[in-house]
Every structure is written in structure tokens, then in C-alpha cells.
């Protein structure tokens, strides 16, 4: 029996006259850490936002395991901005808060403190850099509890430490029992997080492996990204 | 549904605009009754007709015919707050969050309906006790006039929710919705003339425009208006409401976000 929390089956899904979805599939298995790969414009957006609902003209079935005998929470950090600009990132909490029904500070302050924003809560979002709206974005979505975190690249516009914390951030909860799926074009990163891979190519995922299986005879992420996307030639 | 209703609550209280207008519609009501009660009479004639107020009741007219300010205000208020959802997609947490298109419509409608009520009503409450003739001012028509610029508003409010949610251009929406309060009368003029061809098409035509929002609110600013009209006039106006929620709510749930 299959142990898959998130699975997407035959997607399709076109722009105008562009195909930018074929009969994409996907399998994420419980407590994976999936990092999704592919060039820019493959798709990797559309099909995230496929799977949180945000796109729901398309083709194809989205089916989500229960956890714990009820339905899974999702949470999703989406490249966009996604944040009150005008308001706070203490204020953009609590709005998310309310929605969520919750009105206790306290998770609002531990969520902000997990990703190293509690010194600036009070500070407009409009004057953060990139990578602090990529902290509060996942501040945001660590409020929710969820099970499956959806991350579209979420390393832009980190500094290294950045990427370094949110690295660590990822294992950290996955260790806790979330779900990471992940879109990056840092590959040298997903190398060292992820426990499944998939490779988006032509609007199809080409491969799915998982991590052990993909690199024990020493392959590198870089070296199986372009087996599957350039027939194997890595200086095509 | 109150949870979106308390988020949405939540962020239009961070907003300044909010406030700002707020505090101008109050200042606006204060300053046009002050000056009117230092028989200070400013105004032109425009074709023979002084523009200049002659007494209280016409500051307090100025609250029921929302195309000569206030509206603008609502208009401008709404259309900002929710293109502000568009242009930053904050959609998507209220999406993923589990919140059907449905309640997030609903919310952001009932919200729209309150603060275009709400505008219309401090600038009458401040109008009315800074005149320092509340007891002459207060009769049952007036009473009524208020009933009716309030469900008249609200029914605004609705409409102009209606565009900021179809249109997913903040600048876009706010034109829109300030085209819709300015140049209603205009273009209720023009579809009047043209509809003269034909008796029966003008009476058709007649009758949708005293039913819709503009000529509603000229009615109960007229001096025809009396007691009587109230509950056609609310009707009218939660029709309305209800019609343009309903057609916002299919629109929108088809919309990508």
C-alpha cells in the first residue's frame, strides 16, 4: 500500500495556445521533502498552484491522504507577494490569525521568532528585503499547523545565511512531521534537503526518484537534471 | 464566515485611507454646517441657479445625493481596499486556508454595503448635531429620508464591491467605480432620450431608472419625497444588493486567483 499524502494524476492544463501542463503527474509520500525541478517556465508555478486550488480551470484529479483521520492542512508559500504591503508583519499575522480563527499573540510571536523576524514585527513589510517576505510568508504558513508546506522557490532572494537558516528551518519541520514540497532552481540546495525528487520537463514529470536511489553511486542533482531534460548530455 | 469577516474587519481597520476618509467626511459635514450657520453663503449661479445652500436641509440633501461627494469617497475607499487584494493577491491565503469563494465574496460585499452606510451617515449625524436645530430637523420624513440614504448606500456599496472584485485592476476598479458615481445621471440621461422612439420603451426605461441607485437617490432628495416610499425605497435597494452579489458570486468563483 502507497503511503502518498499529495498526488496529482494526469494534469493538463493550457494558456492561449500554449500547453504548459501535459499530463503532469506527481506522488508525494508522507514526511517526504519533494523537491521539484525544471527550467523557468516548465511549470513548476502552475502546478503548485494547481495543487493548493488556486487554478482549478484544468484537467486531471488532485487527491489529498487524510491525516490523523481528518483532512490534511495545507500551507503554501506562493511566488508571489501575498502580504499587506501597507501593514506590519505582526498585523499580516494576525490577519491570518483571524482567518484561521485563532486570536492567541503568542503563536503569532513564536511563528515570527522561528523564522528570526521577531525583531522587526512591528516594521511595514513594504521596507523588507526579499528574503525577510520570504521568512514572513513562511511565518505565515507555519500558523496555519499544516501537514503538507508547499514552498515555490522559496530560496530567492535569500543572502547565504538565509539560505543556510532556511535550510535548516526545512529539516526542522519535516522532523516535526510536515510535508515539504518544494520548487527551486538551486539545485546544489534541493540536493541536500530533499528525500524525493521530480523533474518537470515539457509540461511532464520525466522522473521521480527518490534521493538515495537518485544519488548513491555518487550522481549529483545537476548530473540527473540534465540526463532527463538534454538526453543525457550535461554539454548539450 | 466570520472568520473572513474579522480578517476583513481586521485589515480595514489598519487602513488609513479608511480613516482619512472617515475624518474628511466628518470635517466635510462640520465645515458645511459652520459656515452655513455663520450665514456665510458660498456658491455660483450656474444658468440662473444659485449653488450657494440656502438653509440646513440642503447640506443634509448633499449626504442623500451621493454623486456630489460622498459617493466619490465610497467609491475611491472600496475600490482601494479590495484592488489592494488583487494587486498584492493576498486571495491566495484566504484560498488555501480553506475559505470558499463564496464566504470571501460575501465578506468583502457585507463589509462594502457597511462602510458606504456608514460614510453616509456620520456626515448626516455630524451635519445634523453641529446645526443646532436637531429638534426642527428631526421629523419623521427626515427620519425616513435617513432610512432610505441608508439602504441607498448600502445598495452602493454592493455595486461598487461588484466592480473591485470583477475588475483585477486596482487603477481600473477605482476609475470604473468613479465613472459609475459621476456619470450615472449623464448616462441615465442619454439611455432616456434614446429610449424616446418608442412610448413603450420609454416607460420601460423610466421606470429602471427611478428604480435604480441614482434615482432613488434623487427621489428622496426631491421634494416629492414622502413618508410613503420608504419600504418600496429599501426594497428597491436590497434588490439591488442581492442582484449584484448574486452576479458578483458567479463571476468570481470562476476567477482565477
Not at chain 1, 92 to 101: F, I, P, R, S
Not at chain 1, 108 to 136: C, W, Y
Not at chain 2, 47 to 68: C, H, M, P, S
Not at chain 2, 201 to 228: P, Q
Request: proline content about 1%; some cysteine; hydrophobic content about 45%.
Amino acid at each position: 500500500m502507497n503511503n502518498y499524502v499529495l498526488t496529482a494524476e494526469n494534469i493538463r492544463i493550457r494558456y492561449g495556445k500554449s500547453t504548459v501542463l501535459n499530463d503532469a503527474a506527481i506522488h508525494v509520500e508522507r514526511g517526504d521533502i519533494y523537491g521539484l525541478v525544471g527550467k523557468n517556465g516548465s511549470g513548476k508555478t502552475t502546478l503548485l498552484r494547481i495543487l493548493t486550488g488556486l487554478i482549478q480551470d484544468f484537467s486531471g484529479t488532485v487527491s489529498v491522504a487524510k491525516t490523523d483521520n481528518r483532512e490534511s492542512r495545507f500551507a503554501a508559500v506562493i511566488n508571489d507577494p501575498s502580504l499587506f504591503l501597507n501593514m506590519s508583519a505582526f498585523e499580516n499575522m494576525k490577519e491570518q490569525a483571524y482567518l484561521l480563527g485563532e486570536n492567541d499573540n503568542r503563536q503569532i510571536e513564536e511563528a515570527l521568532k522561528t523564522v528570526g523576524l521577531a525583531d522587526s514585527d512591528h516594521k511595514p513589510v513594504k521596507n523588507f528585503s526579499l528574503g525577510m517576505t520570504q521568512r514572513l510568508k513562511l511565518a505565515m504558513a507555519l500558523l496555519q499547523k499544516p501537514d503538507i508546506l508547499i514552498l515555490d522557490e522559496p530560496m530567492n532572494g535569500l543572502d547565504p545565511d538565509g539560505i543556510v537558516d532556511l535550510r535548516e528551518l526545512l529539516l526542522h519541520l519535516n522532523e516535526n512531521n510536515i510535508t515539504i514540497l518544494i520548487s527551486s532552481h538551486i539545485l546544489s540546495e534541493l540536493e541536500q534537503v530533499a528525500t524525493r525528487l521530480g523533474i518537470l520537463h515539457n509540461g511532464k514529470i520525466v522522473k521521480e526518484v527518490s534521493a538515495n536511489d537518485a544519488f548513491q553511486d555518487g550522481t549529483s542533482l545537476e548530473k540527473l537534471y540534465m540526463q532527463y531534460t538534454r538526453g543525457g548530455n550535461v554539454y548539450d | 464566515m466570520t472568520k473572513v469577516l474579522r480578517s476583513d474587519l481586521y485589515r480595514f481597520g489598519k487602513s488609513k485611507l479608511f480613516y482619512g476618509i472617515m475624518a474628511f467626511t466628518g470635517i466635510l459635514a462640520l465645515s458645511l454646517m459652520l459656515i452655513m450657520r455663520q450665514d456665510i453663503r458660498i456658491g455660483i449661479s450656474v444658468f440662473g441657479n444659485l449653488t450657494a445652500f440656502k438653509g440646513i436641509e440642503d447640506i443634509l440633501r448633499i449626504g442623500t445625493e451621493y454623486q456630489k461627494g460622498l459617493g466619490i469617497l465610497v467609491a475611491i475607499l472600496i475600490s482601494v481596499l479590495i484592488g489592494q487584494e488583487y494587486q498584492w493577491k493576498t486571495w491566495q491565503h484566504k484560498w488555501i486556508i480553506n475559505k470558499s469563494r463564496v464566504r470571501i465574496y460575501l465578506s468583502k460585499a457585507i463589509l462594502s454595503s457597511a462602510i458606504s452606510a456608514a460614510v453616509f451617515m456620520l456626515f448626516e449625524f455630524i451635519a445634523l448635531f453641529s446645526s443646532g436645530q436637531i429638534s426642527n430637523t428631526l421629523t419623521s420624513e427626515y427620519a425616513a429620508t435617513i432610512v432610505c440614504g441608508f439602504a441607498i448606500y448600502a445598495a452602493l456599496g454592493a455595486v461598487i464591491c461588484l466592480f473591485s472584485m470583477m475588475i483585477k485592476n486596482n487603477t481600473a476598479s477605482t476609475i470604473v467605480s468613479l465613472c459609475y458615481v459621476l456619470f450615472s445621471e449623464t448616462l441615465l440621461s442619454a439611455i432616456r432620450n434614446l429610449s424616446n422612439f418608442s412610448a413603450s420603451v420609454a416607460k420601460i426605461v423610466e421606470s429602471g431608472i427611478r428604480h435604480s441607485i441614482y434615482g432613488m437617490s434623487t427621489i428622496i432628495s426631491s421634494t416629492s419625497f414622502t413618508v410613503d416610499m420608504t419600504i418600496s425605497i429599501v426594497i428597491n435597494s436590497i434588490a439591488i444588493m442581492l442582484i449584484a452579489t448574486v452576479f458578483g458570486l458567479i463571476v468570481f468563483r470562476k476567477y482565477e486567483l
